[in-house]
């Protein structure tokens, strides 16, 4: 019972995933990402753009230029965030990220990206550069080809999740491993 229970809680987990990438208000659509960055620790917000329970996949899109870009090169491990504060659960994905840049899956998938999110890659100074205003961190009007060079996907093959759910009389939380085969499921003391 207990270990049809954790498979439940797994696939749960991947399907909400999976639902936060097409639902605009999903708690889940605005992970946080954490990075081994070049100066130690790092996090911030992304979009989560996809979310593939037989892939074992998470993906975000982002600027090549961008810090976290070349953090990877140093250590590609992420750790991804999610908060649900309506039912109170927390999952934290661990895994290794691919960085697709001017390949087959950016190209694929460069064509479904909204225009007004296309301008973003079209700024040009670097994300994180020093501007003396505001305004010059803003897109010009059209530079497709700029937008789609500075185009990249971030793929994360997600090899760890620890599930936590805070509940009003007891808490449960449940680590689940892929172990190359399958997912090994443990309840631990939360
Ligand atoms: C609501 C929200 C959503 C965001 N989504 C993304 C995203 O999908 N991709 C991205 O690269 N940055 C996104 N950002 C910006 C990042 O949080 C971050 O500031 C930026 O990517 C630079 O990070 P870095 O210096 O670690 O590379 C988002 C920020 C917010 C507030």
Request: net charge neutral.
């Amino acid at each position: 019972m207990s270990s049809d229970e954790l498979r439940t809680i797994l696939e749960q987990t991947w399907s909400g995933l999976a639902k936060a990438v097409d639902q605009v208000n999903h708690p889940w659509r605005f992970p946080a990402l954490g990075t081994q960055g070049l100066d130690g620790p790092d996090v911030r917000t992304m979009v989560l753009r996809s979310a593939d329970a037989v892939a074992r996949q998470l993906t975000a899109q982002t600027d090549i230029r961008s810090t976290k870009v070349s953090g990877f090169r140093k250590d590609p491990r992420v750790a991804w965030h999610f908060f649900d504060p309506q039912t109170r659960v927390q999952v934290r994905a661990h895994g290794r990220v691919t960085v697709h840049h001017d390949n087959e899956v950016t190209r694929a998938t460069w064509t479904a990206v909204q225009e007004a999110n296309k301008r973003n890659y079209a700024v040009p100074p670097a994300p994180g550069s020093p501007i003396d205003d505001p305004s010059l961190g803003q897109a010009p009007a059209s530079d497709k080809a700029a937008a789609s060079a500075n185009f990249a996907v971030l793929s994360s093959g997600i090899t760890f999740i620890d599930w936590l759910q805070l509940g009003d009389e007891w808490h449960r939380r449940a680590q689940f491993t892929w172990t190359g085969g399958d997912w090994r499921c443990a309840w631990v003391a939360p």
